[in-house]
């Protein structure tokens, strides 16, 4: 097996897998739906392109800084009904995680792929974008070890250096979510096909490992929290 690991860090994340209508919700981590789109986005997959080989790797997230949850308040105008006609203005509530950073790795054993997808990180086809075309990357993705040959994808994620400092008073250990057949909480963001948006459900485990220290070149400012 192999991992490839990705930099999800950002003022603004939206990771939503149930949202309706005119309430947006999102996870507290990044959903494996948004993290294959990103990839997709990377490559330069439209959304009718099959996705099978990249739902096929074994996610797992490393919440890094815990995101503060909050709501943005959206308006839009001419909005087509359903029944027939427009709706001159729609109001929406969306939710949002502020400041968070994660450590995504993904773990198969088609090295070709992974090479593929680190190299499409670096230089990527379109933007990359945060669940939100709105919400920017505060950091690339793309990491230049991200790519590790021969490794086993929990000890990868429990070794890498921390990329963000903790807030006062948040829990010394950090959150890890793993892809799990076995696990006890059921996601339903598992893509069969963004063209139909068809999802299916996934397991996966929560288990909370102590931080590795802070890379020399990845560590960023301390949190203004902290002052």
Not at 3 to 11: K, S, T, Y
């Amino acid at each position: 097996m192999s991992v490839l690991l990705l930099r999800l860090c950002g003022p603004m994340q939206s990771w939503g897998v149930q949202s309706r209508f005119t309430v947006r919700d999102t996870g507290l981590e990044p959903s494996k739906s948004g993290v294959v789109g990103l990839l997709c986005a990377a490559l330069g997959r439209p959304r009718i392109a099959p996705v099978a080989d990249l739902a096929a790797l074994r996610m797992g997230v490393r919440v890094d800084r815990e995101g503060r949850l909050a709501v943005d308040y959206h308006t839009a105008q001419n909005v087509y009904r359903a029944k027939g006609g427009i709706k001159e203005t729609e109001l929406s509530t969306r939710y949002y995680l502020a400041d968070a950073c994660f450590l995504v790795g993904l773990e198969g054993e088609d090295d070709a792929l992974l090479r593929r997808l680190h190299q499409a990180l670096r230089d990527p086809h379109w933007p990359l974008y945060l669940g939100r075309k709105a919400f920017v990357p505060g950091r690339p993705p793309w990491l230049a070890d991200g790519l590790r040959p021969g490794e086993d994808l929990l000890e990868t994620l429990a070794r890498y250096p921390r990329l963000a400092s903790p807030r006062r008073g948040e829990r010394p250990q950090m959150r890890l979510v793993l892809e799990d057949p076995n696990g006890s909480e059921v996601r339903p963001d598992q893509p069969i096909s963004f063209a139909q948006r068809r999802f299916a459900p996934r397991r996966v485990r929560v288990t909370f490992i102590d931080p590795p220290p802070a890379g020399p070149d990845d560590a960023e400012p301390p949190d203004t929290d902290r002052a």
